[in-house]
């Protein structure tokens, strides 16, 4: 499932839900991470009748998925001035040299004219080739690889290239056109693994949208009713069913229970752990009505008035998996273990209100938390959609101690 807040917002089609109310979509780790990082890269000039046959013979050899920004072939007059001069004093400085060189493009003389561009600008039966970054082939290594994919009438005998490159996509056509002009030519695509396809975010977005104060607002009574019953800290959640005939609906709500005295204490029973559990309970429940499956230890039953009566909905239809096509609103920002919990039970969407900047681990800017971005990372085999939901109100009553995980 492909599945967002960050300040400032990432999109202003997010800002307004109703009022002064906001949905912001959170920033990928990807998209936190967009900063302009540079890596050096292998470029040499090449006949065009061996494009084909070099490109083949680099790729059989090695992987550039993380390069597939960056065109492979350019022609010397599709260049800019900047990537001609650079290549221009390296082919007449030291051809050996492998340090880096990453001139700011206000360094470049104006007057380019000057010097002689020749070699660069001769004619369209040779390209500009990116083989690969100087950290995955040496430059002897490259060189080899050149020569045993070229005809005997191939002439190498050019010093082979450094050139600094972006080494992450552009976030933006207009930076992918300002790369190209200072770096190499850059491609933007507006989509790509690092983030949600913005059609999907958007549809999901004007799903959540209507109901997330509605949702929040439960959260945050049964986080009230637990903290007023000394159950745990004032934090709660609501799953919540989309798909009902009568539209959505709540399957489950639950606060925090941490803190509950009595041979059930057990500090794991965080808001989202006890929807979710809750949620499994329910599945059991409608699976085998006769089933008698108390569990204290997890808490995974309901225990103030208002949970008890989102437990006796009948929401949740029967055959579903886990949390599948389910949403979850939480009153502060999961914890690692919840915001984990979240992912492998397969929820779609989380909307939480308050940041917690020491301990929430969907965030994924380092200076707005603890930087780990767990709903969209790509090493994790689910991804999900996540919001920030705000409305402009001073919520005191939402507030509890800055390093609390939720």
Same mark, same amino acid.
């Given at each position: 499932?492909?599945?967002?807040?960050?300040?400032?917002?990432?999109?202003?089609?997010?800002?307004?839900?109703?009022?002064?109310?906001?949905?912001?979509?959170?920033?990928?780790?990807?998209?936190?991470?967009?900063?302009?990082?540079?890596?050096?890269?292998?470029?040499?000039?090449?006949?065009?009748?061996?494009?084909?046959?070099?490109?083949?013979?680099?790729?059989?050899?090695?992987?550039?998925?993380?390069?597939?920004?960056?065109?492979?072939?350019?022609?010397?007059?599709?260049?800019?001035?900047?990537?001609?001069?650079?290549?221009?004093?390296?082919?007449?400085?030291?051809?050996?040299?492998?340090?880096?060189?990453?001139?700011?493009?206000?360094?470049?003389?104006?007057?380019?004219?000057?010097?002689?561009?020749?070699?660069?600008?001769?004619?369209?039966?040779?390209?500009?080739?990116?083989?690969?970054?100087?950290?995955?082939?040496?430059?002897?290594?490259?060189?080899?690889?050149?020569?045993?994919?070229?005809?005997?009438?191939?002439?190498?005998?050019?010093?082979?290239?450094?050139?600094?490159?972006?080494?992450?996509?552009?976030?933006?056509?207009?930076?992918?056109? *300002?790369?190209?002009?200072?770096?190499?030519?850059?491609?933007?695509?507006?989509?790509?693994?690092?983030?949600?396809?913005?059609?999907?975010?958007?549809?999901?977005?004007?799903?959540?949208?209507?109901?997330?104060?509605?949702?929040?607002?439960?959260?945050?009574?049964?986080?009230?009713?637990?903290?007023?019953?000394?159950?745990?800290? *004032?934090? $709660?959640?609501?799953?919540?069913?989309?798909?009902?005939?009568?539209?959505?609906?709540?399957?489950?709500?639950?606060?925090?229970?941490?803190?509950?005295?009595?041979?059930?204490?057990?500090?794991?029973?965080?808001?989202?752990?006890?929807?979710?559990?809750?949620?499994?309970?329910?599945?059991?429940?409608?699976?085998?009505?006769?089933?008698?499956?108390?569990?204290?230890?997890?808490?995974?039953?309901?225990?103030?008035?208002?949970?008890?009566?989102?437990?006796?909905?009948?929401?949740?239809?029967?055959?579903?998996?886990?949390?599948?096509?389910?949403?979850?609103?939480?009153?502060?920002?999961?914890?690692?273990?919840?915001?984990?919990?979240?992912?492998?039970?397969?929820?779609?969407?989380?909307?939480?209100?308050?940041?917690?900047?020491?301990?929430?681990?969907?965030?994924?800017?380092? *200076?707005?938390?603890? $930087?780990?971005?767990?709903?969209?990372?790509?090493?994790?085999?689910?991804?999900?959609?996540?919001?920030?939901?705000?409305?402009?109100?001073?919520?005191?009553?939402?507030?509890?101690?800055?390093?609390?995980?939720?």
């Amino acid at each position: 499932m492909n599945q967002v807040s960050s300040t400032p917002p990432k999109d202003t089609d997010d800002q307004s839900v109703q009022g002064a109310a906001k949905l912001d979509l959170l920033h990928t780790k990807a998209e936190a991470q967009s900063r302009l990082v540079i890596i050096e890269v292998h470029v040499v000039l090449i006949p065009l009748r061996s494009a084909n046959r070099l490109l083949r013979t680099v790729d059989e050899a090695i992987s550039l998925e993380k390069l597939q920004h960056l065109r492979r072939f350019a022609k010397a007059s599709s260049l800019s001035t900047v990537v001609r001069e650079r290549l221009h004093r390296h082919r007449h400085g030291n051809c050996d040299s492998s340090a880096s060189f990453v001139p700011s493009p206000q360094s470049i003389s104006a007057n380019v004219a000057d010097h002689n561009t020749d070699h660069l600008t001769s004619v369209d039966s040779h390209l500009y080739f990116l083989i690969c970054p100087t950290t995955t082939l040496s430059r002897e290594e490259a060189v080899r690889i050149l020569v045993l994919a070229s005809s005997e009438e191939d002439d190498f005998s050019s010093c082979l290239r450094t050139l600094p490159v972006p080494a992450r996509p552009p976030k933006s056509h207009e930076q992918a056109v *300002q790369w190209s002009r200072d770096y190499w030519p850059t491609v933007y695509k507006k989509h790509h693994p690092d983030t949600p396809h913005p059609s999907i975010a958007a549809q999901m977005r004007h799903a959540v949208g209507p109901f997330a104060a509605k949702w929040l607002d439960l959260a945050k009574k049964v986080s009230v009713e637990a903290a007023d019953s000394c159950f745990g800290e *004032q934090i $709660g959640a609501a799953v919540v069913n989309p798909g009902t005939d009568a539209g959505p609906a709540v399957v489950v709500a639950a606060g925090d229970a941490r803190w509950k005295m009595g041979n059930a204490q057990n500090p794991m029973s965080h808001a989202v752990m006890r929807a979710i559990g809750m949620v499994a309970r329910r599945r059991r429940e409608i699976f085998n009505p006769d089933a008698s499956d108390s569990n204290d230890l997890s808490l995974d039953h309901p225990l103030t008035l208002t949970e008890h009566t989102a437990y006796s909905s009948k929401a949740l239809l029967a055959g579903g998996y886990l949390c599948m096509e389910l949403e979850i609103y939480v009153t502060h920002e999961p914890c690692v273990m919840c915001s984990m919990a979240i992912l492998h039970s397969r929820f779609t969407k989380v909307v939480f209100a308050t940041r917690m900047p020491q301990t929430g681990a969907l965030t994924a800017e380092n *200076q707005l938390g603890l $930087g780990y971005g767990l709903w969209w990372l790509p090493e994790l085999n689910w991804r999900l959609l996540c919001w920030q939901y705000t409305d402009g109100k001073t919520r005191d009553e939402n507030l509890c101690r800055e390093n609390v995980h939720a």
